[in-house]
């Protein structure tokens, strides 16, 4: 009996997630700590079940700034700005706006099926 050995690899792509709770609790800080979000009703939340971060904040001006101050902690916890898929602003009650942060973990199934066609094809 002859046995053919095809290679194989797997590809891993994660994130911590108490990386990206440290982020999200640092961003939370500088929030109470920043003069120009006193008297606002801004606010980061965690979903950890969903991983999905959500955020709200009174104008679309606040939640830029909340948004980039949560990607340069990121990259200053060593979390790729790939694993955030930022949906778009949507508008709350009110005056407010909201976003949701969708958390990314491995690589999509095109993308897989992409990288395994592309070995294939070399013949390796």
């Known amino acids: 009996m002859e046995y053919i050995l095809l290679p194989a690899f797997d590809i891993v792509c994660r994130y911590e997630i108490q990386e990206i709770e440290n982020t999200v609790n640092m961003v939370k800080r500088d929030i109470t700590n920043r003069y120009d979000f006193k008297g606002t009703s801004t606010k980061i939340i965690l979903d950890k079940k969903n991983a999905i971060i959500k955020i709200e904040s009174d104008s679309e001006m606040q939640l830029g700034s909340i948004r980039d101050m949560l990607e340069k902690r990121a990259i200053g916890r060593k979390v790729a700005l790939k694993t955030f898929i930022i949906h778009d602003i949507e ?26 066609k592309l070995i294939k094809d070399y013949k390796i």
Not at 93 to 104: A, D, F, P, T
């Open 91 to 116: 508008k709350g009650s009110g005056m407010s706006v909201k976003q949701k942060i969708e958390l990314r973990e491995g690589i999509s199934r095109d993308n897989a099926k992409r990288i395994n």
